[in-house]
């Protein structure tokens, strides 16, 4: 592990796996408390189904067959990240006003992130060298872990960085069905043509 200003954070997989089994004290989990915004291809009708079960469902916080609905706070985050993808006319946007859901962990607090041993720049890599493995086996060697992690110590979902352009921006996943039905599930979406 590295020390960098103070704190240690994991330089490999394994050295995160270990700072994670390593915790008694979970970080405590918060309310999310706001609107998200969802795009999902035109080919699709169900803007809240988690989609776990593919190989090509490789995502930064969830690997194949775990799955996950990534969400953002903002618009803007959300036209960042799916124009990361190709054309966002090809994408219908949800935006779900007054979600409520509880028991998330927040990676964009600085003292979640030091406890977990990982730092901004280990959750938003974006390295791109037009190979998609090569690629999506560097930038979520840490965040999988995460994201495991998370799922499997009782947390709702998490509230993240996000990772694409200019980084400003900040992203929610909810890992179970269940979770994302009891939050969204009630509230009729506005959509908003891109």
């Not at 918060?30 to 593919?54: C, D, F, V, W």
């Not at 390295?127 to 979520?140: C, E, H, M, R, V």
């Not at 990772?163 to 994302?180: E, L, M």
């Amino acid at each position: 592990m590295a020390k960098v200003g103070g704190r240690f954070i994991a330089k490999s997989r394994t050295e995160l796996k270990t700072i994670l089994n390593g915790i008694t004290d979970l970080p405590t989990g918060k309310p999310y408390n706001g609107n998200m915004y969802r795009s999902i291809g035109n080919q699709y009708n169900n803007p809240l189904e988690i989609h776990a079960g593919t190989l090509n469902s490789n995502y930064r916080y969830s690997r194949p067959g775990e799955g996950g609905l990534y969400l953002s706070k903002t618009q803007s985050g959300n036209v960042t990240e799916i124009s990361h993808y190709g054309d966002i006319s090809n994408y219908k946007t949800y935006e779900y006003t007054n979600v409520q859901i509880d028991n998330m962990l927040d990676l964009t607090d600085d003292a979640v992130r030091q406890k977990l041993g990982v730092d901004f720049d280990l959750l938003a890599r974006s390295q791109s060298i037009g190979d998609d493995l090569i690629d999506a086996t560097f930038n979520y060697e840490f965040t999988h872990e995460i994201g495991s992690w998370v799922s499997n110590n009782g947390y709702k979902g998490i509230v993240v960085p996000g990772a694409r352009g200019k980084k400003g921006y900040v992203n929610a996943i909810i890992f179970k069905q269940t979770d994302v039905d009891a939050a969204l599930s009630n509230i009729t979406p506005n959509i908003i043509n891109n």
